[in-house]
């Protein structure tokens, strides 16, 4: 980076939509984790695994390279 | 002569007539393919880029701006149109003296129905250097539209 470019590094980012978004599962993610992210709150784990029940047979169990639906709230 | 020419006439006659019951050969199926109008892919389409320091409950910013404070969150408001999966990304600028540097970067990957608005935002814990910025948003990988703002 040009020394006469100020950092930023620091920089903090997100984004949300009305529409569902499609999340890539990657290692190391729960469904808490997701939904903390994605929602601010852990506790809204549960309206993931409810929108993704087809892939998502047990909420304990997500795996690297699923595509989750995440809802809008 | 005559029973020459009756004769003739008769046989051109059976011929003409035999002719006519001779089966039709079955049409020949039109090799036309299937119309060609292949429907446009289902895809989204951005409408609006709008910039703002708040947002609402629908991703609306509250009110559109293009000049911010040091503090601000800076909010991009992204309308989409149509249907389908689509990767959307925000790319943040910062630019100076004709350079560029890359503030952030996100991608949001989305399923509409139909109209929708997403956005994205940033924020610096420090606040933004003064001077003037860019977003840009994409839909997959192609630029869908750019906003300019200033940080004062």
């Known amino acids: 980076m040009s020394e006469d470019m100020p950092d930023f590094s620091n920089v903090q980012s997100g984004s949300s939509s009305t529409a569902t978004k499609i999340y890539e599962v990657v290692s190391g993610d729960s469904l808490s984790k997701i939904a903390k992210r994605e929602y601010g709150n852990a506790s809204e784990w549960k309206r993931i695994y409810e929108a993704n029940q087809d892939i998502v047979k047990d909420p304990d169990k997500i795996f690297p390279g699923q595509m989750l639906k995440i809802p809008s709230l | 002569m005559q029973t020459k020419l009756a004769f003739g006439l008769?046989?051109?006659?059976?011929?003409?007539?035999?002719?006519?019951?001779?089966k039709a050969e079955a049409p020949t199926p039109a090799s036309n393919p299937a119309p060609t109008t292949t429907a446009a892919p289902a895809g989204v389409t951005v409408g609006a880029i709008t910039l703002g320091n708040a947002l609402g409950a629908n991703k609306k910013v509250t009110s559109a701006a293009d000049s911010f404070a040091k503090n601000d969150t800076i909010y991009a408001s992204v309308d989409t149109t149509g249907a389908g999966t689509a990767a959307l990304k925000a790319k943040w600028t910062y630019q100076k003296g004709g350079k560029e540097t890359l503030v952030k970067e996100d991608t949001q990957t989305i399923a509409p129905s139909g109209p929708a608005t997403s956005e994205f935002h940033v924020s610096k814990p420090d606040g933004w250097p003064t001077g003037?910025?860019?977003?840009?948003?994409?839909?997959?990988?192609?630029?869908?539209?750019?906003?300019t703002f200033s940080v004062k």
């Open chain 2, 10 to 22: 008769l046989a051109a006659l059976v011929l003409v007539l035999g002719g006519c019951g001779k």
């Open chain 2, 132 to 147: 003037d910025y860019r977003v840009e948003v994409f839909v997959a990988d192609k630029s869908a539209g750019t906003k």
